[in-house]
């Protein structure tokens, strides 16, 4: 069996603004939310802040994906999982204690048959499994950031105090003093019941640059990745308040073999999954 390990550069355009937001403090959530930052070093050697998307939600985006193509071919709505094949599936599971740990080949036979897990990994039955798969951070094309973007900008990158921009919205107070009340309303003729929050944004039009590659991994393993970007460079999401219209993207994707080939449309992992639904269902009710 050929082993291939494939690139794929992703460049990311914000139809509607995206929030990803930083707004814990000594003193608890405030009403105005920073855009998550991160420290780095400027072209000239200086200090700053700058807003970035971290890998670990674009991964998860990626997962959550790759759970819905997966459930689409499995069909276990119905099927009575348990937890730790739910949460191990959508979110990565959890590492607990577990009266029947699994083996070497249990893990083995898991990946082999479930292409979701080959590629992110994940933890249940008191293990941790590694996935074959690592992403880049999600980086804005702002001037800060132009000597260490994976790709040169495709336009002239704004300073961040002019690529990032601040939204508010309105929110009727849930406060109650008990759960038999109804949330109390304290306005009359000259105020107002809504409550005003702002979050500072990416705003529409930000283009974004992040990669991802797969390591030593089979054909219906690639394939499988490869149509979970695709899925993403179609209807994917970046940041949170997604229900409220934030965070809709376009991309472009680019793959490059590193080593071995890109597969073909005769590798088809939906049918190959599709024709072991019955073993990848036991193997993930035994999960624990």
Known sequence: MSLSSIQFDIDILAQSSIVHR???TSVGTDTFALFRREKIITADGGVTQVP???GSSFRGVLRRIGESLTAGVLDYEDTALPLPAAHLLTNGGRLAKSARPLTD???RRLKTLLPVIAVFGGAASGRIMSGLLTVGKVLPEIAELAHIL??????TPLPVVLGAAEESFTHLSDHRPTTSQAPSVDSDENSSPLGRFSVETLPAGTRLQTWARITNATAPQVGFLRDVLTQFAT???LGGRVAAGHGQIT???TATALRGTLPDDSSDWAADLAAHRDEAIAALTQLS
Request: hydrophobic content about 20%; glycine content about 4%.
């Open 52 to 54: 970035i998307v971290s």
């Open 235 to 237: 209807y994917g999401h």
């Open 22 to 24: 930083e707004d814990y």
């Open 251 to 253: 991309a472009t994707v």
């Open 150 to 155: 994976p790709r040169p900008p495709q336009s």
């Open 105 to 107: 080949e249990e893990e």
